[in-house]
């Protein structure tokens, strides 16, 4: 995707954007709708390539209104010049009023709202701003139509892969005794930044040592020694996200360790098979679950398979024991992270992020190792004695 400065939206994304509003219009139709405010910012962000700060989108039968403030008028006149948006500044107190006038003017009686980005306070007042304009809440609307990615989307999330991956080659190179989890967090974070990342997708997991087995543990003081290293980040490209794991035994590897490694890695290996259009989201979890249930550890995994990656680190579908009754289709990217846990002891997990084609799937994160062979490294690592 496209970097977008403040003189220009360019026209692959703004292409892109009208097909995503022209998206959501077809699904108001569908519900009854002719007007919708959008107030998730991640939604704001897939329907328009803004940032998303501070801004709301109110969608019109005939147009589409960046509704901000005047902090922003400058980074918005590139939408505005591309004659697709229409932006209206005003105090953020003013902003109902004028929604209100809009929708007046437009003869429009009902909005549909997010009610799921919004609190009951939120909702209170739009309603009472609004009177006699009716809500109408369209729960997760836009987060369905999200699901299936497009090609700039895609194209942003391997680039977010490539990202992460030569971060967290640069960050094993300087490891050195004596680092912490959390100094190792620190320098994964600045090696995806400096190679291009807007900022990491969420807070690395760095488990070293017994606290691999914490699913999402806190980086701390814990010192990084021979044993096993759990390692969990993603990094943010055109606000699309990647999340990776990988699970690394420095120096030394306690048989137990390894054994649940080959397990885990058999159990991803079943998860990506099942990874096709049409194959349900409990199909994809159960493909994982049996190849573990039956080394005896069904337990020991508590979690779900996998989840929607996108704008969000988590969205839909998630993959599950229910699923939510989701089925797999073309263009979703989901991730698979199998993983077991042992309190006091140590975990693993193994998570690649996975594009779901017409004819099966497409690893996107296939390019970076994850066996055993490669994750089995000296301390203090060495890219030179680790090349593949």
């Known amino acids: 995707m496209s970097s977008i400065t403040n003189a220009t939206v360019p026209e692959d994304v703004l292409a892109a954007c009208k097909a995503r509003c022209d998206q959501v219009r077809s699904a108001m139709a569908a519900a009854g709708v002719q007007a919708m405010l959008v107030t998730s910012g991640v939604d704001v ?13 109110l969608l019109l039968p005939d147009r589409v209104v960046l509704l901000s403030d005047r902090r922003y008028e ?35 009686d009902q909005l549909g709202i997010q009610a799921e980005a919004m609190t009951l306070a939120q909702r209170a007042a739009i309603d009472s701003a609004l009177e006699p304009v009716a809500t109408q809440p369209l729960t997760d609307m836009i987060a369905q139509l999200r699901q299936c990615k497009d090609l700039l989307e895609v194209d942003s999330c391997r680039q977010a892969i490539d990202v992460q991956h030569a971060a967290f080659e640069a960050t094993l190179d300087a490891l050195e005794p004596g680092w912490t989890e959390a100094r190792f967090a620190a320098r994964l974070i600045e090696q995806m930044r400096i190679r291009g990342a807007q900022c990491e997708a969420f807070e690395p997991i760095i488990g070293a040592g017994s606290n691999s087995s914490v699913i999402h543990h806190v980086p701390g003081e ?17 606000g699309r996200n990647s999340d990776l794991t990988r699970t690394l035994f420095l120096g030394d590897s306690p048989e137990p360790l390894v054994k649940l490694f080959q397990v885990v890695q058999a159990a991803h290996d079943a998860a990506v ?32 398979v996998g989840h929607g990656l996108g704008l969000d680190v988590h969205e839909r579908p998630f993959l599950g024991r229910k699923g939510e009754g989701a089925t797999l289709e073309p263009g979703m990217i989901v991730t698979v992270e199998p993983g077991i846990y042992l309190p006091g002891i140590g975990g693993v997990r193994i998570e690649n992020d996975v594009l779901i084609t017409d004819t099966g799937h497409d690893v996107l994160s296939g390019h970076v190792p994850c066996d055993l062979e490669w ?14």
Not at 375 to 388: D, E, L, M
Request: aromatic share 6%; net charge negative; with cysteine.
């Open 222 to 238: 814990t010192v990084i020694e021979p044993g096993i290293l759990l390692v969990d980040w993603g990094a943010r490209v055109n």
């Open 273 to 304: 098979a099942a990874c096709q259009p049409g194959a349900t989201a409990a199909a994809v979890d159960g493909a994982a679950r049996v190849v573990i249930d039956e080394a005896g550890h069904g337990a020991h995994f508590p979690h779900g």
């Open 74 to 108: 400058e980074y918005l006149e590139a939408w505005s010049a591309t004659g697709s948006f229409e932006v209206d500044l005003s105090p953020r107190t003013d902003q109902s009023a004028r929604t209100k006038a809009m929708l007046e003017r437009a003869g429009i």
């Open 375 to 388: 994750s089995t490294r000296p301390f203090p690592v060495s890219s030179a004695s680790t090349a593949t």
């Open 45 to 57: 962000v897939w329907l328009t390539g803004t940032h998303g700060h501070d801004c709301h989108v």
